[in-house]
C-alpha cells in the first residue's frame, strides 16, 4: 500500500506532461498560418482562382504572384496586381487592392487561370499563347501576427492541351511556407516584387528604417 501513493503521483504526472504536450501542439497548430489556392470549377482554364485564408488569425497580403512554365523551358514571373477580396464578415465585394489584410475564412478571388496565364490579350492571341504553356506555379507571401518574418504558400499545376485545354493541380494540397529554412524563399518573393533598398536575411520587423543620403 506504501507504493501507491508513489505510483499515483507519477502516472498523474505522466498525464498531465501527455497533456501538456497535445495543448502546445494544438496551440501551434491554430497559430499557424494555412493558406489555400483553390481551382473552382474542377480543370476549366476559365474557372477562377481563389486564395483562401484558412487559418486561424488574419493574414497581411505582401505580394501574390504567377509563375508561368512554358514549353521550351522558359518561365515568366508577374506579379498579380488585381483581384478582390471578400471577407465572412462582409457580403460585398470591397475594391480590388494589390497587398491587405485578409481574415480568417476570407478569400482572394485572383481572377480566372486563363486571365492569370495569358493577361488581357484578345481571345486568339490568349489561345496562341496558351497553346505554349505547359504549368503554372502559384505563390503568395502574407504577414502573419505570431511571426516575425513573413511566411508563404505556394501551388503548382500542369496545363493539358489534349484533347482540350485542362489545368490540374500536381497535388491536392497547397504546400505551406513556415519553417525557418524557408524563410528565404519568402523574403525574395517579396523583395523581387517590392525591390527595397536593403535586402538579405537579418532583417526583421525591428529593422531600422534609417536612410543614408549620398548613396
Not at 480543370?43 to 508561368?68: F, R, S
Not at 505556394?154 to 525557418?180: G, V, Y
Amino acid at each position: 500500500m506504501e507504493f501507491l501513493a508513489p505510483v499515483s503521483t507519477a502516472v498523474m504526472a505522466v498525464i498531465w506532461v501527455i497533456y501538456l504536450q497535445l495543448f502546445f501542439v494544438q496551440y501551434r497548430r491554430n497559430s499557424r498560418p494555412y493558406l489555400v489556392f483553390h481551382h473552382a470549377q474542377n480543370d476549366n482554364p476559365d474557372a477562377l482562382c481563389l486564395l483562401v485564408n484558412m487559418g486561424e488569425l488574419p493574414v497581411h497580403v505582401q505580394t501574390v504572384q504567377a509563375v508561368v512554365y512554358y514549353k521550351g523551358g522558359e518561365s515568366v514571373t508577374s506579379t498579380v496586381t488585381e483581384f478582390e477580396r471578400i471577407n465572412t464578415e462582409q457580403q460585398n465585394v470591397q475594391q480590388s487592392l494589390r497587398q491587405g489584410p485578409l481574415l480568417s475564412g476570407g478569400y482572394l478571388v485572383l481572377g480566372s487561370f486563363r486571365n492569370i496565364l495569358c493577361g488581357d490579350q484578345d481571345e486568339s492571341e490568349g489561345n496562341r499563347r496558351m497553346e505554349e504553356i505547359a504549368g503554372l506555379e502559384l505563390r503568395v507571401a502574407v504577414i502573419h501576427g505570431p511571426s516575425r518574418f513573413p511566411v508563404g504558400a505556394r501551388r503548382s499545376f500542369r496545363i493539358l492541351h489534349s484533347p482540350q485545354t485542362r489545368i490540374q493541380p500536381a497535388n491536392i494540397h497547397t504546400e505551406q511556407l513556415f519553417k525557418k529554412s524557408q524563410r528565404n524563399t519568402v523574403r525574395y518573393w517579396i523583395e523581387c516584387d517590392l525591390n527595397p533598398r536593403r535586402k538579405g536575411d537579418s532583417e526583421s520587423d525591428n529593422s531600422s528604417q534609417e536612410e543614408l543620403s549620398g548613396e
